[in-house]
């Protein structure tokens, strides 16, 4: 089902938008983007032969604050068990066509999606290529590849690759720290959540325009594809954009578009997520809950993420009333940096229907057999938590021993620019590193549709097309 467009739209005026300053730099100037007032959307550029205009906003009724994101820390090293070195995956590429009704006239985007089998070289000045995630050294790489999949816990400001960020960061005259997608990636190794959050929520800081979330949204959309997704429920965080003065419609009609124009084009259906960061206050949390209302029939649910240790779910108990009271379903990161405890919180007093992570269920075993009586989907990020060093080696991940135990695990890319790994990347790592089978690859992608929040018939159409594979590849 094509996500609607949001009603009543509005007449735009002119307004400023005001970026802070984080470990990136800060925004040079004034900037503009497509907005609306009272949550209606904007129409946006029709496509024509000319350059897109700068958009106009109006602010929504955001909070003044805002947040300075963490300098970035020293290199810690993570060893990396079945992720493929950078330099010897092969190209994704494919032609970048025209979306309407967002036309897209950067001369690199359409090279962030190309396919090639040649070892990286560098960027030109025109072309930027990303690697294809997996490599088809076997025939279980090509099996976890192509076999259909969900993917349930990916945040869409994780998947802005350097390539991109520095294009944006130029376009929007936000002044990097890295001048070179190799020097971006360089820092791209953490001590822990903290560490890595602090780079992350100062890269965002190049998203402004309803364009931008386009094209991120439509590159990892792309991405996803290529890697056999069918559906995606993608996370976003509004308060890291609001903070700085782009306006909450901005944000969802850009990434909008793109799920939209994805199911179109590439049969790639979706639903989005709003999540609130756990290190801002509850107060902050309800002002995004009140902004996004009016968005109640694109953004399907709410969650919880950002720094765990400290901030347990009980805090946001109110917060996830309201949310359910107003019509969203609920998810929540717990029991990832957090302990054990944190799951059955999120669970008893936030009434999530999925956990994010929920790696520390290993540590409870009545929890483990509590979420494998009521089906509780855990939405697993191996390789974020091999790099955020949540486990030293991925030989030691839980996925296997939960699986095996009758939980209804998923596997999932979280951040993938940063981690080295997009979907099937986290498929194929985890496959290596414990040796799953190709029942266990396929009871995941399984869980992966039952897991999500597709209607039913969807879900028994995807896992019928799950079962021919599986019968016509063995």
Known sequence: MLLPAPPDAVELVVATVVV??????????????????????????????????PALVVADPQPPSSTTAAKAMARAGAFRIGASPRSVVPRLTVSARRSFPMVLRSSSFAAYHRVTMEPRLGRSPSTVTQEAPVPDH????????????????????????????????????VELHCASAEECRAAYHFNGLQHFLGLYYAGVEVLVTARDYYELTTAYLRRAHADGARHVEVFFDPQSHTSRGVPFAVVVEGIRRALVDAERQLGVSSGLIMCFQRDRSPASAIIALETAR????????????????????????????????????????????GPAEYITEALDLLKVERIDHGVRAIDDRTLQRRLAREQIPLTMCPLSNLELQVTPDLAQHPLKRLLDAGLRVTVNSDDPAYFDGYLAANYAAVQHALGLTRADVAALARNSITASWLPSARQTKLLAEIDAFVAATS
């Open 138 to 173: 076997t025939a279980m790489d090509a099996f976890i590849r192509d076999i259909p999949k969900a993917e349930l816990h990916v945040h869409i400001e994780g998947t802005l690759e350097p390539e991109m960020l520095l294009e944006l960061g130029e376009r929007n005259g």
């Open 20 to 53: 802070g300053r984080g470990v990136f730099g800060g925004r040079a100037g004034d900037g503009l983007a497509v907005g609306c007032a009272d949550g209606a959307s904007v129409a946006a550029t029709p496509p024509d032969e000319s350059a897109l205009d």
């Open 294 to 337: 009016p968005y109640r029939h694109i953004i399907a649910g709410v969650g919880l993420d950002s720094a765990e240790v400290g901030h347990p779910p009980r805090e946001f108990e109110d917060v996830f009333r309201v949310a359910r009271e107003a019509g969203f379903r609920t998810v929540a990161h717990a029991g990832e940096e």
